[in-house]
């Protein structure tokens, strides 16, 4: 309490901004990660805080998601720690099963966020060696709130903006809608329409399956080379055989044998206008974070010509598209499928553990922890296994502070206490 008393001595403190004490950390992020943190804090023993700028926990899977959206990987691979998705569930779930899972996840720990608080910023005070953490209500103007913490917990995640690129002539010229894909929900209102999917991710594909499900005619813009794998093989999750085999191979190795059986269900998609990288797909998620596309039908629509794959633009007007190899596309809809980004630097104020792009600049598995009570969790680009395992790393480290310092301070109450007996 010495630090909490120096920091109230300070002028700042004394200002008309609320002021709380969290007694644990404050865990900024309601999502998976935010959740997972939470719950394994609870199962230390140790109070916390979360604050979340929606007013729903998730918020990027229950508001920024396609309707036709399910899990990519298995169930096991995504469940959070200390409980697993129920038994009924399918091998890949879907969008409203997985928020149903994580608002009864919630609830099983007692997970009650602090919704529509933004943080603005976050600093570590020297003074007082505590966290600084200033919010604004996003439903009340004018409403600040600062937490007073010793551990701050990043959950904010990778995905936490849209990223949307400046393309010649698409917000000056072009008259057509212009959407992300964090903003589309279904082909339905696309019948009939010449749509343009910019971006071959795992969104892009699936928007693009999903358009052409809906007879939209369908143009894909494939800029760069892109690993494309089918999602299972004889019945197996890909990803789960890739995980096995990493176990006892090499990863080069590994990188082959999944381009020979991708080769032996998908056939060469060369042709189809989709170039694989130099390098393999497991090599290139380890090296930048860029996740191989799991098929789940948007081949099949591109090998019929439902979708058409289409090279990088050199600029929109009125009513179409120019491509940078002449080619020119009458277009009434744009769908943006050119992915997220961290906001981290935005609001956190420290430069040795966050990179400028907002993601820990350790390698996986050192990246969950900072300096100075600074935690970081979701950020290992291995998704919700790697946000799990963040989780109890996190718990595990300030749980084990917290239950040394209890036990201080119950053994100083005792001494405090204790009748003294003079033997003259």
């Known amino acids: 309490m010495e630090n909490m008393f120096r920091l109230m001595a300070s002028e700042e403190y004394l200002s008309d901004r609320r002021c709380i004490w969290v007694n644990g950390p404050v865990i900024v992020g309601a999502g998976p990660s935010g959740l997972a943190t939470a719950a394994c804090l609870r199962d230390q023993g140790v109070p916390f805080v979360v604050v979340e700028r929606s007013d729903c926990i998730a918020s990027l899977w229950q508001k920024r998601t396609y309707d036709r959206l399910k899990l990519h990987l298995p ?15 399918p091998e890949y779930p879907t969008k409203r099963q997985f928020i149903d899972y994580l608002e009864s996840y919630a609830n099983r720990f007692e997970i009650k966020p602090e919704f529509n608080k933004c943080v603005e910023s976050a600093r570590f005070d020297e003074t007082s060696g505590l966290w600084r953490v200033k919010t604004t209500s996003t439903t009340v103007a004018g409403e600040e709130m600062e937490y007073i913490c010793r551990w701050l917990v990043v959950a904010t995640g990778e995905n936490a903006e849209r990223v949307v690129p400046e393309i010649n002539g698409l917000k000056t ?16 209102k696309y019948r009939g329409k010449r749509v343009l999917v910019v971006g071959c991710g795992n969104s892009g ?23 494309v794998l089918p999602r299972e093989i004889l019945g197996k999750s890909i ?5 096995m085999m990493m176990k006892w191979l090499p990863l080069w190795l590994v990188d082959k044998l999944l381009l020979i059986l991708s080769w032996l269900v998908l056939g060469s998609l060369s042709k189809y206008g989709l170039k694989r990288p130099n390098i393999g797909p497991m090599e290139l ?7 191989p596309v799991l ?5 099949e629509k ?12 050199k600029r929109f007007s009125r009513c179409h598209v120019e491509l940078v190899d002449g080619q020119k596309l009458d277009i009434d809809a744009v769908v943006l499928a050119t992915g997220y980004r961290s906001n981290v630097p935005a609001w956190l104020q420290e430069i040795e553990f966050f990179s400028k792009k907002g993601f820990p600049k350790s390698p996986f598995p050192n990246a969950w922890k900072g300096k100075a009570g600074l935690y970081a969790a979701g950020f290992t680009r291995k998704g919700l296994a790697g946000a799990s395992a963040d989780a109890v790393n996190i718990a595990q480290d300030i749980g084990n502070v917290w239950r040394e310092e209890t036990k201080r301070q119950r053994m100083r109450r005792n001494v405090g206490h204790r009748r003294c ?4």
Not at 239 to 243: A, E, H, K, L, T
Not at 302 to 313: C, F, H, L, N, Q
Not at 421 to 424: G, K, L
């Open 75 to 89: 169930k096991n691979f995504c469940q959070l720690p200390k409980m697993p998705f129920p038994d009924h569930y």
């Open 173 to 188: 010229e072009f008259d057509g809608e212009v959407i992300h894909a964090c903003e589309y929900k279904s082909g339905e």
């Open 205 to 227: 594909m699936e928007v693009s399956l999903d358009l052409a499900n809906h007879n939209a005619i369908t143009s894909m813009v494939v800029r760069s080379s892109v690993h």
């Open 239 to 243: 990803f789960g055989i890739s995980v």
């Open 285 to 291: 998620k380890s090296k930048t974070g860029k996740t």
């Open 295 to 299: 098929d789940v039908g948007a081949l």
């Open 302 to 313: 591109i090998k019929s010509g439902d979708v058409e794959v289409v090279p990088a633009i």
């Open 421 to 424: 007996i003079s033997v003259a």
